[in-house]
């Protein structure tokens, strides 16, 4: 089973203003941006270690996900959610042959 994030976070998404407040960073001073590039690095890995831990998306973006099959006829769980759309469903075959699936075929069931 593999999950690729396919779309990274946006820097205008991250709360780099709001850290900086939290942290109570001096302002006024010439290399006030100094730091903005290290603080982004902290955020992004905070939110990984985050939606690691809890299997929960905080920032809206595309995954992809391949597994070797699935669990049951009647559904199979994703590893992150929430999910808001399905772009793509395709199996691929031993020889690497992929068949999309139409994808009036699935639904998504809302998570707890």
Same mark, same amino acid.
């Given at each position: 089973m593999m999950l690729i994030e396919e779309t990274t976070v946006p820097d205008a998404a991250l709360?780099?203003? $709001?850290f900086k407040s939290h942290l109570r960073q001096g302002t006024g001073f010439a @290399?006030?941006?100094?730091?903005? %590039?290290? +603080?982004? &690095?902290?955020l992004r890995a905070a939110i990984a270690a985050i939606e690691a831990r809890t299997g929960k998306a905080l920032i809206s973006r595309l995954?992809?996900?391949?597994?070797? &099959?699935? =669990?049951?006829? @009647? &559904?199979?769980? +994703?590893?992150? $959610?929430?999910?808001g759309d399905l772009v793509q469903v395709a199996l691929i075959d031993a020889a690497a042959a992929e068949t999309e +699936?139409? +994808? %009036? =075929?699935f639904r998504l069931e809302p998570d707890s």
């Open positions: 709360p780099v203003d $709001a @290399e006030v941006d100094l730091q903005t %590039a290290v +603080l982004k &690095g902290f995954f992809s996900w391949m597994l070797p &099959g699935w =669990r049951s006829r @009647e &559904g199979q769980g +994703l590893p992150v $959610a929430p999910v +699936l139409p +994808l %009036a =075929r």
